[in-house]
T-cell receptor, first 116, second 115 residues
Framework: DAGVIQSPRHEVTEMGQEVTLRCKLI?????LFWYRQTMMRGLELLIY????????DSGMPEDRFSAKMPNASFSTLKIQPSEPRDSAVYFC??????????????FGSGTQLSVL | AQKVTQAQTEISVVEKEDVTLDCVYE???????LFWYKQPPSGELVFLIR??????QNEISGRYSWNFQKSTSSFNFTITASQVVDSAVYFC????????????FGTGTSLTVIP
């Protein structure tokens, strides 16, 4: 069974450009998490969804960030306009909601974002 | 407040040495879950173990063992006879039954095993 699939693996863009990160969940999973990892702050939870519904977006840095789940298996994280301080590795993770907080997370390989 | 604290930022050991990674957590829930994840140089975080708050039995899996102590709110991870392939960043994490699926990660401990 395929794992969580993220694209692109690497993204280099210029300040002010729009960036869209993509994530495909594991089939059957219905919870989706977006994390950002930096040296300074470690792993930060940006937003998570249960059954396509955003549950907690308090970690989204600012209005420049938005996340959607147009269907049960796919999500996007958009940054517009991007800034150099957004440079980080962005991870998507999925889990089974039925198990609630006991469920382990399955992570994608991450997207390394560099904003010049 | 930090819910999961991993005080060791970086550890280096020589191959075949034992090493313990510390994790201290904070929660008011009576039902919660503790996790360890491994992030090798390739970048993807991989699940290692989960314990629930009602089960304080220590667990051993090959060279890996975990010591869960509620009295000290700790969930430490020991690697016995370390190998170069154990070099990675290790994250301890906590989820609480009353906060849905949110998972709180520690800042990670970077382990380097020197051949």
């Amino acid at each position: 069974d395929a794992g969580v699939i993220q694209s692109p693996r690497h993204e280099v863009t210029e300040m002010g450009q729009e960036v869209t990160l993509r994530c495909k969940l594991i089939s059957g999973h219905n919870s989706l998490f977006w994390y950002r990892q930096t040296m300074m702050r470690g792993l930060e939870l940006l937003i998570y969804f249960n059954n396509n519904v955003p549950i907690d977006d308090s970690g989204m840095p600012e209005d420049r960030f938005s996340a959607k789940m147009p269907n049960a298996s796919f999500s996007t994280l958009k940054i517009q306009p991007s800034e150099p301080r957004d440079s980080a590795v962005y991870f998507c993770a999925s889990s089974l909601r039925a198990g609630g907080s006991r469920e382990k997370l399955f992570f994608g390989s991450g997207t390394q974002l560099s904003v010049l | 407040a930090q819910k999961v604290t991993q005080a060791q930022t970086e550890i280096s050991v020589v191959e075949k040495e034992d090493v313990t990674l510390d994790c201290v957590y904070e929660t008011r829930d009576t039902t919660y879950y503790l996790f360890w994840y491994k992030q090798p140089p390739s970048g993807e975080l991989v699940f290692l173990i989960r314990r629930n708050s009602f089960d304080e039995q220590n667990e051993i899996s090959g060279r890996y063992s975990w010591n869960f102590q509620k009295s000290t709110s700790s969930f430490n991870f020991t690697i016995t006879a370390s190998q170069v392939v154990d070099s990675a960043v290790y994250f301890c994490a906590l989820s609480e039954a009353n906060t849905g699926n949110q998972v709180y990660f520690g800042t990670g401990t970077s382990l380097t095993v020197i051949p």
